[in-house]
C-alpha cells in the first residue's frame, strides 16, 4: 500500500494567514492526488484533484502543487470558513489511501 | 445535482453482517464514467477507503477488507450496497458512500458525498 504522509498534523493561524499543508507519498504516484476539506459532524468535500485542478465551486484562494511524491495545499489567505480537518488522497493505485489529517484552528 | 444518502442498521452484532444501502438521486449507477464507492472512518480516526464498483459490475476492494466485503449495484432501485462481514468491535465507524468522477481514464477524487452513517458492532 502507498502511505501518504501528511504535515503538519494540526495548526492554528490568523484570518488573513497563508496556509501551507504538505503531503508526501511513500512512492511515486504521478499527479494522482486529492485534497479534502472535512468540518465536524460532515462528510468530506473534494477540493481539488489531480494535484491541481480545483473542484467546481471551490473558492480560488485554494491551490494544489506537486508531483511525484511531494504535494502542496495552499490556502492563500484564511478566511474563518477554512476551519476543519484537510485529508490527502492518492487515487494511483489500489487500494486508495489517505494521508493522517491536518486540523487547522483559527486563531 | 446528485444526491446520496446512506440507510441500513445502526447496530450490528459481532461475527454477523453490516449491510448498507447508498441511494442515488439526481444521476444513475448504471451510467459510465463514474464509480460508486465505500468509505469508513473510525470514530476520531482518519478516513480507509473500502472499495468501489463500476456500472459494468467491475468491483475493486481494499485487500485488507477483500475477504470479507462485496459491493454491488441494484440498477431497479439506483442504489448500490455494501455487506461486509463476521465484524467486530473494529468495524465500528461512520460509513460514507460516495461518487468518484472520471475524466477519461483516469479516477478523480470523490466528488460526491453521502452524510454517512454510524455503525456500531456491539452485542
Known amino acids: 500500500d502507498i502511505q501518504m504522509t501528511q504535515s503538519p498534523s494540526s495548526l492554528s493561524a490568523s484570518v488573513g494567514d497563508r496556509v501551507t499543508i504538505t503531503c508526501r507519498a511513500s512512492q511515486s504516484i504521478s499527479r494522482y492526488l486529492n485534497w479534502y476539506q472535512q468540518k465536524p459532524g460532515e462528510a468530506p468535500k473534494l477540493l481539488i484533484y489531480g494535484a491541481s485542478t480545483l473542484q467546481t465551486g471551490v473558492p480560488l484562494g485554494f491551490s494544489g502543487s506537486g508531483s511525484g511524491t511531494d504535494f502542496t495545499l495552499t490556502i492563500t489567505s484564511l478566511q474563518p470558513e477554512d476551519f476543519g480537518t484537510y485529508w490527502c488522497q492518492q487515487s494511483y493505485s489500489v487500494p486508495w489511501t489517505f494521508g493522517q489529517g491536518t486540523t487547522v484552528e483559527i486563531k | 445535482q446528485v444526491q446520496l444518502q446512506e440507510s441500513g442498521p445502526g447496530l450490528v452484532k459481532p461475527s454477523q453482517t453490516l449491510s448498507l444501502t447508498c441511494t442515488v438521486s439526481?444521476?444513475?449507477?448504471?451510467?459510465?464514467?463514474?464509480?460508486w464507492s465505500w468509505i469508513r472512518q473510525h470514530p476520531g480516526k482518519g478516513l480507509e477507503w473500502i472499495g468501489y464498483?463500476?456500472?459494468?459490475?467491475?468491483?475493486w476492494y481494499n485487500p485488507s477488507l477483500k475477504s470479507r466485503v462485496a459491493i454491488s449495484t441494484d440498477t431497479s432501485k439506483n442504489q448500490f450496497s455494501l455487506r461486509l462481514n463476521s465484524v467486530t468491535a473494529a468495524d465500528t465507524a461512520v460509513y460514507y458512500c460516495a461518487r468518484v468522477s472520471t475524466t477519461g481514464t483516469t479516477l478523480n477524487g470523490f466528488d460526491v458525498w453521502g452524510q454517512g452513517t454510524m455503525v456500531t458492532v456491539s452485542s
Open positions: 439526481g444521476g444513475s449507477v448504471n451510467s459510465g464514467g463514474y464509480y
Open positions: 464498483i463500476y456500472y459494468s459490475g467491475d468491483t
